[in-house]
T-cell receptor
Framework: DAGITQSPRHKVTETGTPVTLRCHQTENHRYMYWYRQDPGHGLRLIHYSYGVKDTDKGEVSDGYSVSRSKTEDFLLTLESATSSQTSVYFC????????????????FGPGTRLTVL | LAKTTQPISMDSYEGQEVNITCSHNNIATNDYITWYQQFPSQGPRFIIQGYKTKVTNEVASLFIPADRKSSTLSLPRVSLSDTAVYYCLVGDSSYKLIFGSGTRLLVRP
């Protein structure tokens, strides 16, 4: 398995508190992603990073911010958590492929289950 | 990114072959077709990827017709451990994948 860890694995917090989730990789992959997955749904991209200090928004970025100060770490912050942000959060990594035969897959971490009361 | 359509759920029995079809009418010339598998309480994992015709690996086969507007993931002789959600994705890189709701496969004894 790809070397991806997420911390914490489980967290319960209260509405209005800040929360930071950490994704750490040992693969030296360029791209890192944060997704959320809600019951019965597929994954939705929150933010992604294409290099150190280079990040961009995904399809559900409102209420979230990210930072990447080192290749191996990608942090997701909920500045003021809301109950609608209760979800399972997955981090993923990949290397950008170039050319027809170099498509590279995304490797996913184990997930963080966040509950906002 | 091309939109994909796949069945919401499928049931099968152990030992049977399972075929999950995905429709992607707006697939672009540079797009690949990729399937991911997700077990409960785990992140998705890559199963197979193809561009055209047929691709086979130790886990599955992927059949892609000449017009590439659909694809079929084939799982030979499924077991209970193949119960999972299967996602069909279309894109030209691993960058910014779009996951739909997937197909929930239930394998019964």
């Amino acid at each position: 398995d790809a070397g991806i860890t997420q911390s914490p694995r489980h967290k319960v917090t209260e509405t209005g508190t800040p929360v930071t989730l950490r994704c750490h990789q040992t693969e030296n992959h360029r791209y890192m992603y944060w997704y959320r997955q809600d019951p019965g749904h597929g994954l939705r991209l929150i933010h992604y990073s294409y290099g150190v200090k280079d990040t961009d928004k995904g399809e559900v970025s409102d209420g979230y911010s990210v930072s990447r100060s080192k290749t191996e770490d990608f942090l997701l912050t909920l500045e003021s958590a809301t109950s609608s942000q209760t979800s399972v959060y997955f981090c993923a990594i990949s290397e950008l492929g170039a050319g027809e035969n170099s498509y590279n897959e995304q490797f996913f971490g184990p997930g963080t289950r966040l509950t906002v009361l | 990114l091309a939109k994909t359509t796949q069945p919401i759920s499928m049931d099968s029995y152990e030992g049977q072959e399972v075929n999950i079809t995905c429709s992607h009418n707006n697939i672009a010339t540079n797009d690949y077709i990729t399937w991911y598998q997700q077990f409960p309480s785990q992140g998705p994992r890559f199963i197979i990827q193809g561009y055209k015709t047929k691709v086979t690996n130790e886990v599955a086969s992927l059949f892609i017709p000449a017009d590439r507007k659909s694809s079929t993931l084939s799982l030979p002789r499924v077991s209970l451990s193949d119960t999972a959600v299967y996602y069909c994705l279309v894109g030209d890189s691993s960058y910014k994948l779009i996951f739909g709701s997937g197909t929930r496969l239930l394998v019964r004894p």
